[in-house]
């Protein structure tokens, strides 16, 4: 809602802040059960990374891949060799663990060149070293293998309209041992990887990094020389074999000294690229936004890229998604990944959100840049439908949750919810360039690394100079969403309002996120006005001189809820409200209640402008004296509680 205000009245408001005025009932306790929850949940942050599949390979960090395999287009058979060149950590290791999934076969292992013995079950190689490697020894194992890939790390699909066979592989989020023995870890991340693909011509295999070379081989094969000289998590390596042909373009990063190619791996029918060019140059923009507002695209030194494959949606392999057609917020998606998902990889399947939740939001950033704000408005409008189906269940997956991949990539948490929280944050920021300075602060920080949702809450708190912690608690690590209704009454010149709370889930059983209020006055003028709620039955006035048409709870869908009534109720008619006086006053000021409740227990406070309360006392008549002597001179707001009353009136201190 657009807000058009008179410089009088702006200039009103910010000299007569917000008041709190009654808590009806106390802010909620944590539970006590919540508590110990939020403890084990601390305790387990990145537990899936300390128990790998097994525990030797926590002993080696991987320093490169080099993936030699043939592929085909209509089949996911696999045969070639995996080489893995490795620093041993911290502790001496006599045998050397890799995963690999029993289906394939092994044939042949070698260590340091030496063939070695080994065994091959539960999806783990076990290599017995000639000699125990010692702490700081750089070792190299080579596996042989062959076999038909199951469970979807590799597949194969045939598209009907272009008549043309595709095979890929996929393997987020526990899938790269399906087609390459490989550890994975995502904290380790290999500082470098080459991937040779052969395959028969005319078919055309990419993969990450750049195209060193190509070789013509007999018998009617070529093969396909990949190579990246950045850090790659096990789960971002692929390929991608087809029929294809490319539909290439240069772009011009800011900060960047050479342009960069976008390679695109379309299929060889010239019909494509003329109904698709337009939408693949589009990448050209999206690059040029990303880059912008979070720092020059990651990898510019190699590419960036599509393959086409035969699976709907896409993959974010660093440098070359994998993708199923050019649409705009597809492209816009799996772009953003390479920043958060590729550059900064969350520290476990816990964390996912620093992954999904961000890439989701950069579809909300291209619209609101390189579309509308309508469309960017309508685009979060449905992520909160979608996140609403979602009463219960938290952002940050479960300990006991983190290997089920449903739950991983949960569409209304992980993606929607998660693209909400990123929203709330820079509505919380209240200042673009500092949500952006944060951002970047934070992938300039973990840059080719992991991080987790407690990284970038410390990364924001130290940016912003601001505390998330609470945001983080309610929204991270709780579940569900508030749900909300209000009461409000114009009297005089202030403006009354009750925002009631409830949740949809028990934990946690209060959102204390700042809730915008539309004003929209009887002539015509929008004010919007921000309350931060202390308690499920929170009041506040505020010194609002115009009359009130309506009031509308959160007008620019900043914050995850559910909205219930908006209720005008009426206000204290003016012959029932306390007299006060003199106004102004010197000394003392002699207030007067209504009559009705001679002998109820009441309690008096004045407050500053700025809300704070200055002078306090019980008294049980209907007339009592305040002694105003301490106080400096200014404006003050004088209240009464007694039951069914909470009388308010301004006066002056000489």
Known sequence: MPTNMSIAFAAALLLLPAMVLAQQDKEPPVKEHWKRQM????????????????????????KHYHIDIEVNPDNVYIRGGTTVKARIKDHPLDTFILELIDEMQVDSVFFNGQQQPFTHQDDLIRVVLP???????????????????????????YNDLWDQHATWSLSESFHAREWFPCK??????????????????????????????????????????????????????????????????????PSASDSMPVQNFVYDDPRYINRYANEIRRTDNLLQLYSK????????????????????????????????????????????????GDYVTC???????????FASYGEYMALEELETQAEADEWMKQAHAYALRKEQGSVYVPFEEMMNEQRIFDFALSYKKGAALVHMIRYLMDDDQLFYKALRTFLDQYSHDVATGDDLLEVLNRVSQKDFSSFFEQWYYGEGYPIYQLDWSQETDSLVVQLNQTTSSEEPALFTTPVELGVISKDETDTVLRVKPRSRRHRQAFYYPRQTSRVVIDPDNRILNDTGNVTRVPAISPSHQMEVYPNPVKTWLRVKTPDGRPKAHKTLFIRDMKGKVVLSRDFH??????????????????????????????????
């Open 184 to 253: 994975q870890v995502l904290s380790d991340k290999a500082d470098s990887a080459r991937i040779t693909l052969t395959t028969t011509q005319p078919y055309v295999a990419a993969s990450n990094g750049l195209l060193r070379k190509t070789d013509t081989l007999s018998g009617n094969k070529v093969r396909y020389h990949w190579a990246t000289q950045y850090p790659t998590a096990y789960y971002l390596l692929s390929f991608a074999v087809a029929d294809y042909r490319q539909y290439n373009f240069q772009v011009s990063l």
């Open 39 to 62: 403890s084990h949940k601390a305790a387990q942050k990145g537990m899936m990374e300390s128990v790998p599949a097994h525990p030797k390979l926590s002993f080696y960090d991987v």
């Open 293 to 340: 507002k979070l720092g020059i695209y990651p990898f510019h030194r190699e590419k960036y890229g599509h393959a086409l494959m035969e699976r709907g949606g896409g993959m974010e392999h660093q440098t070359l998604t994998s993708i199923s057609d050019f649409s705009f917020l597809l492209v816009a998606h799996e772009l953003m990944h390479q920043w958060f």
């Open 131 to 157: 000699h125990t490697a010692q702490v700081d020894e750089s070792v190299r194992v080579r596996v042989h293998y062959h076999g038909t890939s199951v469970g979807g790390g590799v597949s194969t699909g």
């Open 347 to 357: 520290g476990s399947w816990q964390d996912i959100w620093i992954n999904e939740g």
């Open 621 to 654: 008549q209907n007339q009592v004296q305040v002694n105003t002597q301490g106080l400096v001179s200014g404006v003050y707001i004088i209240e009464v509680r007694y039951p069914g009353h909470h009388l308010r009136r301004k006066f002056v201190k000489w």
